[in-house]
């Protein structure tokens, strides 16, 4: 299987399709830039603008003359487009207009709480839906058909509605961690299982409807014939092929991570960029704003462009000869 890979990995079909991959996620990420950049300027007033003569501010006229000629105010549209996406480039985000300091800086302050959520509720959404989809298979029906209803439930309630009641529960009646220390290590958990209960619903729905595609093959009948259990059909035959479409669902909820983490932090009162967003907001700070829409895009285009290169090492079935379409195998165990 490793040799299979190796080979795989450097024949020419599979070349020609990463740099292709590599080509459209570059192009998507820098359409991203354009049309949020687009969005922020075609918006009544100059909000740019509006900020830096709020008296709130304090910016004096030289502070505003230099940011003005910073971000080319006082040119045509396609100037300014052409001058932000060279900054762009250079991985300059701009200058926020609230702290007058570098957008890069304010993310890096508060992106590390972020990730840690983020990656926290993948793996509590990616372990509750194994779970999930293990007692499916393996416990006995009238067990088994409440957990099929389980990631219906999931979805239906938003991850605030949960967090509010992790919150209820586990830190004022049971007192197991405390609102005011929202970064520590039990409030990040709660805070992760929040986020990750509703992300769950979605891995889990694809996992049980591929483990019942796979469980009706020929392969999974013999098996069966032989007198092999439950489980050790399910571990030894049934999860690698059904896992297979997952991780194409995995990047998929990346967005729903990044999205469902503003809201939870906001929820938890954790400093990250939820509470980032919130502020440029409020205050119209619109280089930050367009900076986190910018890097929620780079990061789900490098994810899905990460599991488009991954994907056909894993599953043999894919035909690189077209080298423009992926096959998901996903489509063909869910029903419509």
């Known amino acids: 299987m ?26 998507v990420v820098l359409l991203a830039y354009c049309f949020t950049f687009l969005v922020i300027s075609v918006l009544p007033g100059d909000p740019v603008s509006n900020t830096l003569r709020n008296p709130e501010n304090n910016f004096t006229e030289d502070e505003i003359a230099r940011i003005i000629g910073y971000y080319g105010l006082d040119q045509p549209i396609h100037v300014q487009l052409w001058e932000s996406l060279t900054r762009f480039l250079r991985l300059d985000l701009g200058v926020s207009l609230r702290s007058n300091l570098p957008v890069s800086r304010a993310i ?44 219906s ?29 929202s970064e520590g290590g039990t409030a990040t958990f709660f805070a992760a299982v929040a986020l990750g209960i509703p992300v769950s ?28 259990s439950r489980s050790r059909l399910f571990w030894r035959h049934l999860l690698k092929p059904s896992s297979l479409p997952v991780v194409t669902v995995i990047a ?8 469902g983490a503003l809201i939870t932090e906001t929820i938890f009162g954790r ?20 900076a986190v829409v910018v890097l929620a895009a780079v990061t789900f285009v490098v994810v ?9 090492l894993l599953d043999p079935r894919v035909d690189l000869r077209g080298a423009t379409k992926r096959v998901r195998p996903v489509t063909e165990a869910v029903p419509a």
């Open 2 to 27: 490793t040799d299979t890979r190796s080979r795989r990995l450097v024949s020419r079909p599979y070349l020609t399709y990463a740099l292709q991959r590599v080509v459209q996620a570059a192009v």
């Open 108 to 151: 890096s302050e508060v992106i590390g709480s972020t990730v840690v959520l983020a990656l926290s509720a993948l793996v509590v959404a990616v372990v509750l839906a194994f779970g999930v989809a293990y007692g499916v298979r393996n416990l006995p029906t009238p067990l088994a058909r409440p957990l099929r209803a389980l990631p």
């Open 153 to 181: 439930l999931f979805l239906s309630v938003p991850n605030f509605v949960i967090g509010l009641l992790l919150i209820n529960v586990f830190a004022f009646q049971l007192g197991l961690f405390f609102v005011t220390d």
């Open 201 to 228: 619903a979605q891995i889990a729905e694809v996992l049980i409807a591929n483990l019942d595609h796979e469980s009706r093959q020929e392969y999974a009948s013999f098996a069966t014939s032989r007198g092999l």
């Open 252 to 259: 998929l909820t990346v967005g729903e991570l990044l999205g």
């Open 271 to 290: 400093t990250g960029i939820g509470s980032l967003v919130q502020r440029a907001v409020t205050t119209q700070d619109l280089p930050v704003l367009q």
């Open 304 to 312: 899905n462009l990460v599991v488009d290169l991954v994907y056909p």
